[in-house]
């Protein structure tokens, strides 16, 4: 069974410009989740997917950053304008179950995650 | 918001050495994990706990779900250079909302052969 994927592994670009990100679940996974780590910080939660509905992205930094999952399927991050301090690794992760039950179905498997580097 | 204090922030050790480390709060949380990130790799699940006071095995890896549940350990035993990486804690919130990890800042292990 394939993991969670993400594309691209890595992306430099220049202030001002969009990025987008891409994730792709663990087949038969409804939740779905952004999490990021700049340097040096621990890994945050960004935002919550339950299939193609927004279930909590009280994490996302703010509107420059939007979050699509189109068909409950893969999910996009987009960036748009890029600032420096968006530089960081952007994990993806999904979970099969109900993560309110708790418990092994609710456990969130990680992507490779895409390293974004804004200069 | 919820935080969580690992320790330590980094350990250099000799293969066949054992490794602690630990993460506390000041928030209960209802499941702990272990994650391991490889270089160019994402978090590797490794270990949960689910129940306060549970103590579960992996292999050469022991871990607890402490008592109060607002602290977890992790033991590694015997290590070996494939141990080589970035061990985090993640404290979990079960029921209503809360759903999103918390992590630590993570503990970078160096084993010397």
């Known amino acids: 069974e394939a993991g969670v994927t993400q594309f691209p592994s890595h992306s430099v670009i220049e202030k001002g410009q969009t990025v987008t990100l891409r994730c792709d679940p663990i087949s038969g996974h409804d939740n779905l989740y952004w999490y990021r780590r700049v340097m040096g910080k621990e890994i945050k939660f960004l935002l919550h997917?339950?299939?193609?509905?927004?279930?909590?992205e009280s994490g996302m930094p703010n509107n420059r950053f939007l979050a699509e999952r189109t068909g409950g399927t893969y999910s996009t991050l987009k960036v748009q304008p890029a600032e420096l301090e968006d530089s960081g690794v952007y994990f993806c992760?999904?979970?099969?179950?109900?993560?309110?039950?708790?418990?092994?179905?609710?456990?969130?498997?990680f992507g490779p995650g895409t390293r974004l580097t804004v200069l | 918001g919820q935080q969580l204090n690992q320790s330590p922030q980094s350990m250099f050790i000799q293969e066949g050495e054992d490794v602690s480390m630990n993460c506390t709060s000041s928030s209960i949380f209802n499941t702990w994990l272990w994650y391991k990130q490889d270089p160019g790799e994402g978090p590797v699940l490794l270990i949960a706990?689910?129940?306060?006071?549970e103590l579960t095995s992996n292999g050469r890896l022991t871990a607890q779900f402490g008592i109060t549940r607002k602290d977890s350990f992790l033991n590694i035993s015997a290590s070996i250079p494939s141990d080589v990486g970035i061990y985090f804690c993640a404290g979990q919130l079960s029921g209503g909302s809360n759903y999103k990890l918390t992590f630590g800042k993570g503990t970078l292990l160096t084993v010397n052969p």
């Open positions: 992760a999904s979970s099969q179950g109900d993560p309110i039950a708790g418990g092994p179905l609710g456990t969130q498997y």
């Open positions: 997917f339950v299939k193609e509905s927004k279930q909590d």
């Open positions: 706990l689910y129940k306060a006071g």
